[in-house]
């Protein structure tokens, strides 16, 4: 397995693993069995970066990955984050979250609590999951920074944080990855935030690189999706707009047959080839689908190879904001 660097001294495998999809979000979660297997197979494959949260489930995914992967400890990097409030359970034991909580004290109680969920003396990476405009990142940072001279976290990292954002908190505490949705359909990040974090050498984290399975080609109806699938929420897999984008996978498919590959390899192996500084972490709950992914890590693509795969899904043609408005609020920059 190829490596990348995340900052000034965070090695992870080129392609890490998104573990939110096996408790939380695309429908009915795996057993606890069959993810434990999928979890070694990544190991046993090369895969040394694995993505969880305290707001899966809430709190349920990170146990799932501390189990999972604590005969593999030595070997992996474990990335969580803090940043939202979360109600005690409600009459049907049911947690909601209700907006964002920086607070110095709350990040502290966030990081012992995921400390012990995780089963680790010292948390690898540890994301502010979205910024709390209530906050000064200053004092964000300034927080993780004393964890991190406490021993309990080595890394720090942001998510969908602006460039201004970065700045002032890598000013106080460098930051070693910033967390993004970046992918063929969402290429946000290109204008102004790769250039500022690749001046601070601050490495890229692409969340949902396969624009949640979409990129595949494997769902081409709304229908498909089970009934709490977070996806039958967003604008681009609903009604005209989820037939339309169905186009632009249509001519990502035809390039990748023409390679012998599949689409999914070749979303993967056009963002990998966007610097060496990023390493995506696509999830999935199948090994079928995790071997197929890491078949991205090697596929050369020529300079003419990227721009026909960039032009074949150009960002101006996707139909539909990635979030609803709601959801739009909670990631603003």
Not at 15 to 39: D, H, I, R, V
Not at 307 to 333: D, H, K
């Amino acid at each position: 397995m190829k490596t990348r660097k995340l900052g000034d001294g965070l090695e992870v495998s080129a392609l890490g693993l998104g573990c939110m999809g096996m408790s939380w979000a695309y429908g009915p979660a795996p057993e606890k069995a069959e993810t434990f297997k999928l979890l070694a197979r990544a190991v046993e494959l090369g895969v040394t970066f694995f993505d969880t949260a305290e707001v899966y489930g809430p709190f349920v995914n990170e146990e799932l990955v501390g189990e999972g992967l604590r005969p593999f400890r030595d070997k992996v990097v474990i990335a969580t984050k803090f940043g939202f409030k979360i109600l005690p359970p409600d009459e049907n034991g049911v947690r909601k979250m209700v907006g964002v909580d920086s607070r110095p004290e709350h990040i502290r109680e966030v990081a012992e609590a995921s400390l012990k969920r995780l089963g680790v003396e010292a948390i690898d990476l540890l994301y502010q999951h979205r910024v709390d405009p209530s906050v000064p990142i200053e004092d964000v940072a300034g927080t993780v920074r004393d964890l991190i001279a406490e021993g309990k976290v080595k890394h720090f990292g942001l998510s969908e944080a602006g460039a201004e954002t970065i700045r002032k908190a890598h000013a106080v505490q460098p930051v070693a990855a910033l967390q993004s949705e970046y992918s063929l359909w969402t290429r946000d990040v290109e204008a102004q935030i790769l250039p500022t974090i690749r001046e601070l050498g601050i490495g890229l984290v692409p969340y949902s690189p396969l624009g949640r399975g979409f990129l595949t080609g494997a769902l081409t109806s709304s229908a498909s999706l089970a009934k709490d699938d977070f996806r039958r929420g967003l604008p681009r897999f609903q009604g005209e707009a989820l037939a339309s984008n169905l186009s632009l996978v249509e001519a990502l498919t035809l390039i990748a047959g023409e390679k012998g590959i599949t689409p999914a390899q070749l979303a993967l192996a056009w963002l990998l080839h966007q610097g060496g500084d990023i390493a995506p972490i696509p999830g999935t709950t199948r090994i079928s689908r995790l071997e197929e992914n890491l078949g991205a890590v090697d596929l050369a693509l020529s300079a003419e190879d990227l721009a026909r795969i960039a032009a074949a899904v150009p960002e101006t043609a996707v139909e539909g904001e990635r979030y609803s408005e709601a959801g739009l609020a909670m990631v603003g920059r």
